[in-house]
């Protein structure tokens, strides 16, 4: 990449350049084909993803109270249809109805089938940040991928709870500011709420973008990048309710409507998701941070100007 002089520091009137450069670097990593790969993953990981995860917090919060928070979110996502779908699918994979073999065989298959969409995010980040894992590393590589995969989704898990908690005391807050403060009040409590769940989300993003992929990056860029997707994937978040609730994509699909809903939200959320990862490589590139691979990966091909 081309070093632009005296750009040693961002500075506001870099950010039209950079939000250029990475849609270049974006489109020419064929973003729209990754996405799709992870979102046919998400979909085979659904299941055990969120029995995992339901069953973790749950431990702290309460099955049915998470379930039901969980079922929520995805009807405002997706819609009541696909909500009521995903928890029947739920419902069935935890079945008490086993035997001490089958149930084993199924916790070891719905780890790996959770830890699935992970790890092939990580190939999909290794590729947009130009790195390549070097083909003579061993099964030991991979099964460290799978249990960095699963450490992502006990992640997952602990912000969830954290955003459940602030969200039920939010909520408690706005109830005592209605009684007793004048209306406005509660467009702080709103905003506070936005950014908490801004918060949340960069979280996530900022460790997906530092120890999912296959490189050395310094946590200042993961972080500028991290908040640039969080902001990006809540708005993205709200057009694609919007979209679905009025345009229903999924209804001519009959039974498989679902999992068509759950493959676009899931590959229009990656494309968000790839665009943050694209400007915080361009970022870290520009401003001489880098992006360093690490000792079972290598730089695939030269920065693109």
Request: positive net charge.
């Given at each position: 990449?081309?070093?632009?002089a005296?750009?040693?520091?961002f ?19 064929d ?5 799709a ?6 979909v085979l ?6 029995v995992?995860?339901?069953n ?9 109270i ?7 979110e995805?009807?405002q996502?997706?819609g ?9 699918m739920?419902?069935?994979?935890q ?15 719905l ?27 061993s099964?030991?590589k ?9 450490a ?16 039920t005391?939010i909520?408690?807050l706005n ?6 403060l004048?209306?406005?009040i ?7 709420d ?17 120890y ?31 979209y ?6 999924g ?5 498989a ?6 493959l ?6 990656c ?13 870290a ?8 691979p ?12």
């Amino acid at each position: 990449m081309k070093k632009i002089a005296n750009e040693n520091k961002f500075k506001l009137q870099h950010l039209p350049s950079l939000v250029k450069q990475t849609y270049k670097a974006w489109d020419a990593n064929d973003p729209f084909r990754l996405s799709a790969v992870v979102a046919y993953y998400a979909v085979l990981s659904l299941p055990g993803l969120l029995v995992i995860i339901i069953n973790l917090v749950g431990s702290v919060w309460g099955v049915d109270i998470v379930q039901g928070r969980l079922t929520d979110e995805i009807s405002q996502a997706l819609g009541s249809d696909a909500a009521n779908s995903i928890r029947t699918m739920v419902q069935e994979t935890q079945s008490e109805n086993k035997n001490i073999v089958a149930t084993v065989l199924g916790i070891c298959t719905l780890v790996f089938g959770a830890t699935g969409v992970f790890y092939h995010l990580q190939l999909s980040l290794n590729q947009i940040w130009c790195v390549e894992v070097d083909k003579k590393s061993s099964i030991i590589k991979m099964l460290i991928d799978r249990t960095r995969s699963f450490a992502f989704i006990l992640a997952v898990g602990f912000l969830l709870l954290i955003s459940f908690m602030v969200t039920t005391a939010i909520s408690a807050l706005n109830d005592y500011i209605r009684s007793v403060l004048p209306d406005f009040i509660l467009y702080i409590a709103y905003t506070l709420d936005f950014l908490v769940s801004v918060g949340i989300i960069t979280v996530l993003f900022a460790l997906i973008f530092r120890y999912l992929p296959d490189v050395k990056i310094r946590w200042k860029s993961v972080w500028v990048g991290a908040l640039l997707t969080s902001v990006l994937f809540v708005f993205g978040k709200f057009l694609l309710g919007l979209y679905f609730g009025e345009a229903n994509p999924g209804s001519t699909y009959g039974a498989a409507g679902t999992i068509v809903l759950v493959l676009l939200w899931v590959s229009y959320s990656c494309l968000i998701l790839f665009f943050g990862a694209e400007f915080t490589w361009v970022y870290a590139e520009r401003y001489g941070h880098g992006i360093t691979p690490t000792k079972t990966s290598k730089n695939k091909k030269a920065t693109p100007s």
